[in-house]
């Protein structure tokens, strides 16, 4: 990071002076960050607290018995944490010599124990396998979306077994964006054809909750689907992830109608009307010809869509759960992780980011395979 910053000033030296100066702070500040950090891991008398603290941010807070499970979803979120890092910065063999010697550093600082060592070495390398994937095959770079929505599906299946709740940080923030992006978009595409619909009943109701979902915070929402969910179904035994999951995805299927609805309008109505009169009824015509060219109009919107939805997740706190954010408030306000505000912040920062960075590639992939479709 600190040589592309370097080289980015080189490049921009004559003409740009905007870009010198950006270029600039940037340099400080990244030694900054990475000067605090060393400082953290060298000036820290047990470095099982660092190792501690980064779990609970990843995956929460789980029994010590089962180690292994922890262990095991962390290997799958560091490789995913590293084909983020694949989208944004080609792997070079440097940047695996560095990662090599955090093994070594750990083992340093433990004065020559290994069991830390050895799970750090286990971390560095489910990330460079992550990362070397998606910067050299192809394949992983066109199938990350898909092999990062698995990993954390793997996650929860390892982590989160029949009667285990404790799971959350990271991994929860992104399973509860995956889950409210995914059901959130057939019923947002049914509010929006509702909405246009010739029976003024359907589409009165599906106006009014549109209007409804688009007028109320979001975090009132989730609370209310909280306290009503065991009155409505108590046959069911929600868990508290689930009914945040169906507050989210309540609240922002209004929205994602609105975006499909856009969309909608925006074919041309000559294309529809040809198709009755071809005697096509309305069902394949809105399936075959008006939803495909309405998806396509609307791929950023409903990206922009799922990083909200990402952004939103710490309001999972008000029915108690612990999402990245709040794990991170957690570390900060436990004296037994010391006075870090700094480091932890910033990795909450630079995993924001790398999270946000696999959703935009995701979205960049989508909408130039939806152009090409479409020639």
Same mark, same amino acid.
């Given at each position: 990071?600190?040589?592309?910053?370097?080289?980015?000033?080189?490049?921009?030296?004559?003409?740009?002076?905007?870009?010198?100066?950006?270029?600039?702070?940037?340099?400080?500040?990244?030694?900054?960050?990475?000067?605090?950090?060393?400082?953290?891991?060298?000036?820290?008398?047990?470095?099982?607290?660092?190792?501690?603290?980064?779990?609970?941010?990843?995956?929460?807070?789980?029994?010590?018995?089962?180690?292994?499970?922890?262990?095991?979803?962390?290997?799958?979120?560091?490789?995913?944490?590293?084909?983020?890092?694949?989208?944004?910065?080609?792997?070079?063999?440097?940047?695996?010599? %560095?990662?090599? =010697?955090?093994?070594?550093? &750990?083992?340093?600082?433990?004065?020559?124990?290994?069991?830390?060592?050895?799970?750090?070495?286990?971390? %560095?390398?489910?990330?460079? *396998?992550?990362?070397?994937?998606?910067?050299?095959?192809?394949?992983?770079?066109?199938?990350?979306?898909?092999?990062?929505?698995?990993?954390?599906?793997?996650?929860?299946?390892?982590?989160?077994?029949?009667?285990?709740?404790?799971?959350?940080?990271?991994?929860?923030?992104?399973?509860?964006?995956?889950?409210?992006? %995914?059901?959130?978009?057939?019923?947002?595409?049914?509010?929006?054809?509702?909405?246009?619909?010739?029976?003024?009943?359907?589409?009165?109701?599906?106006?009014?909750?549109?209007?409804?979902?688009?007028?109320?915070?979001?975090?009132?929402?989730?609370?209310?689907?909280?306290?009503?969910?065991?009155?409505?179904?108590?046959?069911?035994?929600?868990?508290?992830?689930?009914? /945040?999951? &169906? /507050?989210?995805?309540?609240?922002?299927?209004?929205?994602?109608?609105?975006?499909?609805?856009?969309?909608?309008?925006?074919?041309?109505?000559?294309?529809?009307?040809?198709?009755?009169?071809?005697?096509?009824?309305?069902?394949?015509?809105?399936?075959?010809?008006? =939803?495909?060219?309405?998806?396509?109009?609307?791929?950023?919107?409903?990206?922009?869509?799922?990083?909200?939805?990402?952004?939103?997740?710490?309001?999972?706190?008000?029915?108690?759960?612990?999402?990245?954010?709040?794990?991170?408030?957690?570390?900060?306000?436990?004296?037994?992780? /010391?006075?870090?505000?700094?480091?932890?912040?910033?990795? *909450? *920062? %630079?995993?924001?980011? *790398?999270?946000?960075?696999?959703?935009?590639?995701?979205?960049?992939?989508?909408?130039?395979?939806?152009?090409?479709?479409?020639?």
């Amino acid at each position: 990071m600190i040589a592309t910053s370097i080289k980015w000033t080189r490049h921009n030296l004559f003409g740009k002076p905007f870009d010198v100066a950006l270029s600039l702070l940037v340099i400080p500040g990244v030694l900054w960050i990475a000067c605090s950090i060393l400082d953290w891991a060298l000036t820290t008398a047990r470095w099982d607290i660092i190792v501690q603290s980064l779990r609970v941010l990843m995956i929460g807070v789980f029994p010590a018995d089962q180690a292994w499970r922890a262990w095991t979803a962390s290997a799958i979120m560091a490789a995913t944490l590293g084909a983020g890092l694949g989208c944004v910065f080609s792997f070079k063999p440097h940047h695996g010599l %560095v990662l090599a =010697l955090v093994p070594l550093l &750990i083992l340093i600082v433990d004065h020559g124990d290994p069991q830390n060592a050895l799970s750090a070495a286990g971390i %560095v390398a489910a990330t460079s *396998l992550g990362w070397v994937l998606t910067s050299y095959v192809p394949l992983s770079r066109k199938a990350m979306p898909a092999a990062a929505f698995t990993g954390f599906i793997v996650v929860v299946a390892v982590m989160a077994p029949p009667g285990v709740e404790l799971w959350g940080g990271l991994l929860l923030s992104v399973l509860l964006t995956l889950v409210t992006s %995914v059901l959130s978009l057939p019923i947002g595409i049914l509010l929006a054809f509702g909405r246009q619909s010739r029976h003024s009943s359907l589409r009165i109701i599906c106006t009014w909750y549109i209007e409804v979902m688009r007028s109320v915070p979001l975090i009132l929402v989730v609370y209310w689907i909280w306290i009503l969910m065991p009155v409505l179904a108590p046959q069911l035994g929600l868990a508290d992830v689930a009914r /945040g999951m &169906i /507050g989210f995805t309540i609240f922002y299927s209004a929205y994602v109608a609105e975006y499909v609805r856009s969309g909608l309008q925006a074919v041309p109505r000559a294309q529809t009307e040809a198709a009755r009169s071809l005697g096509i009824s309305e069902f394949d015509i809105n399936r075959s010809i008006v =939803l495909p060219q309405a998806l396509r109009v609307v791929v950023a919107p409903l990206v922009g869509n799922v990083l909200d939805i990402f952004n939103s997740a710490p309001l999972v706190f008000i029915i108690g759960l612990t999402d990245f954010l709040r794990a991170g408030q957690m570390i900060l306000a436990n004296p037994q992780y /010391g006075d870090r505000t700094f480091e932890v912040l910033s990795f *909450l *920062l %630079v995993t924001y980011f *790398l999270v946000g960075s696999m959703i935009t590639y995701a979205a960049r992939k989508l909408e130039d395979h939806m152009a090409t479709s479409a020639r």
